[in-house]
């Protein structure tokens, strides 16, 4: 057999061992359950259908038209079971705050509701990262590394819908270290000048009575016990979940050894005014590190007292009406983009949300603002 003959024979054998070879696709993994809900839907060939295509629609439509708020936020709202909608929830959070959102079915409670949060990357691109989901009962909890903006979309499956209530809540991460006292007893802030302003505060001075016990405010491990310079008597504590070291300075007593475990609320030294505070009030200068000073203010201070658990007027979900005069949007809440300030008459208004002042209202443009509230019983 020749040599040429030979290669073509192989050739042919090669290229029909190829020809039946299977192709298999790479396996997919959804990364949360709204994702896996839209593989559903495209492997029963519904996102091409109009119903899918609104659905992905409507999933992308909170990323443009987010509802701005103020933690603590609440509110009783409904979604059509008749077309596809999304809700999106725009707010700020602090480091050292804890973020706790909490969803309520108020009618159909087999309703299947997915809840994303989204952090604001890049606001002038229009950028958000996915960062967690809500669990099976539809609550969320996280705390930030850094200051941040944040989108909360809501969405239901197809064709469903119904009426929900929703609580966003910011809360620190950290106790109150000194027994009985509250931001009100704090005196000195984070950056407040020292030393003629050569240096800068590095923590908050809480001011009490001597002796008044100085308490751990999360589990962490003892670090130091000593005396330090300017702090005079110190304790070092290490959050063990965060890596956040915290400062504790100018103690009467120290009540933790070095390498002991401590608890939240367990005693670890009290008020006093040792180092360079011993001609000031006794107080604790309270401090943490993370590769740096960090402000603990927002850590430890309870910034609001926390709202009762919302009774929506459910009779005013779904309500619409149109306007025999103009009315002015009220600045206590803040508006989505795009909504001017003044409704005209004749607007046809509908009342998307309730909470306990205000309600949420949608024209006849999909445009969203807020109204009390009084002036909607007056209409």
């Known amino acids: 057999m020749s040599s040429k003959l030979f290669a073509s024979i192989l050739g042919a054998i090669l290229l029909l061992g190829c020809s039946q070879e299977e192709i298999i696709p790479d396996r997919f993994y959804p990364r949360n359950d709204h994702e896996a809900y839209w593989y559903s839907l495209k492997q029963a060939n519904l996102l091409n259908s109009a119903l899918g295509k609104d659905w992905m629609d409507a999933s992308e439509r909170p990323f443009n038209e987010q509802i701005r708020v103020n933690l603590p936020y609440q509110e009783a709202f409904e979604i059509s079971d008749l077309k596809p909608d999304a809700l999106g929830y725009r707010f700020d959070v602090k480091r050292g705050q804890k973020i706790l959102v909490n969803i309520d079915l108020i009618t159909d409670d087999s309703t299947r509701v997915f809840v994303d949060l989204f952090r604001v990357e890049n606001d002038s691109l229009n950028k958000f990262r996915h960062v967690a989901s809500a669990d099976s009962l539809l609550d969320l909890a996280f705390s930030p590394r850094k200051d941040a903006s944040y989108l909360l979309r809501l969405q239901p499956e197809l064709l469903r819908g119904g009426q929900y209530s929703i609580t966003i809540?910011?809360?620190?991460?950290?106790?109150?270290?000194?027994?009985?006292?509250?931001?009100?007893?704090?005196q000195s802030f984070f950056g407040d000048p020292r030393d003629g302003g050569r240096r800068d505060h590095h923590?908050?001075?809480?001011?009490?009575?001597?002796?008044?016990?100085?308490?751990?405010?999360?589990?962490?491990?003892?670090?130091?016990?000593?005396?330090?310079?300017?702090?005079?008597?110190?304790?070092?504590?290490?959050?063990?979940?965060?890596?956040?070291?915290?400062?504790?300075?100018?103690?009467?007593?120290?009540?933790?050894?070095r390498y002991q475990k401590v608890s939240p609320g367990d005693t670890i030294g009290t008020?006093?005014?040792?180092?360079?505070?011993?001609?000031t009030p006794p107080?604790?200068?309270?401090?943490?590190?993370?590769?740096?000073?960090?402000?603990?203010?927002?850590?430890?201070?309870?910034?609001?007292?926390?709202?009762?658990k919302l009774q929506p007027d459910t009779a005013l979900l779904g309500k619409e009406f149109r306007l025999a005069h103009e009315l002015l949007l009220k600045n206590e809440m803040k508006r989505s983009a795009g909504i001017s300030d003044t409704l005209s008459i004749g607007s046809t208004l509908k009342i998307a949300a309730v909470n306990h002042n205000y309600v949420r209202i949608i024209d006849a443009n999909g445009n969203k603002g807020f109204l009390t509230k009084r002036e909607v019983r007056k209409l």
């Open 203 to 257: 923590g908050v001075d809480i001011f009490a009575k001597r002796h008044t016990p100085i308490i751990a405010p999360v589990a962490a491990d003892v670090r130091f016990v000593g005396t330090r310079g300017i702090g005079g008597k110190v304790v070092w504590l290490h959050d063990r979940k965060t890596g956040n070291h915290l400062y504790f300075a100018h103690l009467q007593d120290q009540n933790v050894k």
């Open 271 to 279: 008020v006093g005014n040792t180092g360079n505070a011993r001609y």
């Open 283 to 308: 107080h604790l200068h309270f401090g943490i590190y993370n590769n740096g000073p960090i402000d603990p203010y927002s850590f430890i201070v309870e910034e609001y007292q926390r709202p009762e």
């Open 169 to 186: 809540e910011n809360v620190p991460t950290l106790a109150f270290p000194v027994a009985g006292k509250n931001k009100r007893a704090i």
